[in-house]
């Protein structure tokens, strides 16, 4: 299907957002407006739309006479991630199952298939990407304008602890990737067929799946680079259910 071509705007949103998820800009970077406008031939006044929409869908933060920066991260934001992510996850899958629509359904589809493509061509930002796709899809399936500020947020950070994190060093993880997109197909056919229940149960399968897998790949000196000091392992175990 032909696609319009990008507005230079939309080009400078979607290369920010993607190199915030994959971690090609730190947490906690200055953005150069000057460097940005000549990068993508943009002036600052739609420069600084795009900055206010990224600050809005929490990819960066707007610091009053310093300008933009990248959304930081830090043992707190740790800590509160962990603490919200099962509880979130699970309330986003079950308003899905509730609310889905034929179309988005198959938007939710095309999401995973894309998901599939990358674990078997083993690129780990495409599969980061498509499932940051994925997962945002059913927030907009959900459709409920309190949570999905803060599910916004948890993909970003998601995806950049992955990014971060994850040590591609096993056998185990391919399992794993591979259990996590069966589970993909799952929640598919419980927002399909409308089955909350089950899609809530879904999440906390999904979550506690990707828990294990940061806690078990989080290494104390990928921390100590990242967030400036070695965290509590316990703090990073937390399991709220």
Excluded at 35 to 49: M, V
Excluded at 136 to 150: D, M, Q
Excluded at 163 to 181: I, Q
Excluded at 207 to 230: E, K, Y
């Amino acid at each position: 299907m032909h696609q319009d071509p990008q507005t230079p705007k939309q080009a400078a949103f979607e290369t920010l957002r993607r190199s915030i998820l994959l971690q090609e800009i730190a947490p906690g970077t200055p953005l150069d407006e000057q460097e940005l406008c000549g990068r993508f031939g943009i002036s600052r006044t739609p420069l600084r739309e795009v900055l206010r929409h990224l600050a809005g869908e929490g990819y960066v933060a707007l610091v009053e006479n310093r300008g933009a920066r990248v959304s930081d991260t830090s043992h707190r934001t740790l800590r509160d991630f962990f603490l919200a992510a099962p509880m979130i996850y699970g309330a986003i899958l079950r308003l899905a199952a509730e609310n889905a629509t034929a179309v988005q359904i198959a938007r939710l589809k095309a999401a995973q298939d894309a998901f599939k493509r990358a674990l078997a061509e083993g690129d780990a930002a495409a599969r980061t990407l498509a499932n940051e796709a994925f997962h945002r899809i059913t927030g907009e399936i959900a459709g409920n304008i309190y949570l999905l500020p803060s599910f916004n947020r948890l993909l970003i950070d998601h995806a950049r602890i992955g990014m971060t994190f994850f040590r591609n060093r096993n056998a185990g993880h391919a399992d794993v990737l591979e259990t996590a997109a069966r589970q993909h197909d799952a929640m598919i056919a419980a927002i399909e067929a409308g089955d909350s229940l089950s899609a809530a149960e879904l999440a906390d399968a999904h979550w506690n799946l990707s828990r294990n897998q940061i806690a078990s790949f989080v290494m104390p000196d990928g921390l100590d680079g990242a967030l400036g000091s070695t965290p509590d392992r316990h703090a990073l175990e937390i399991n709220p259910s």
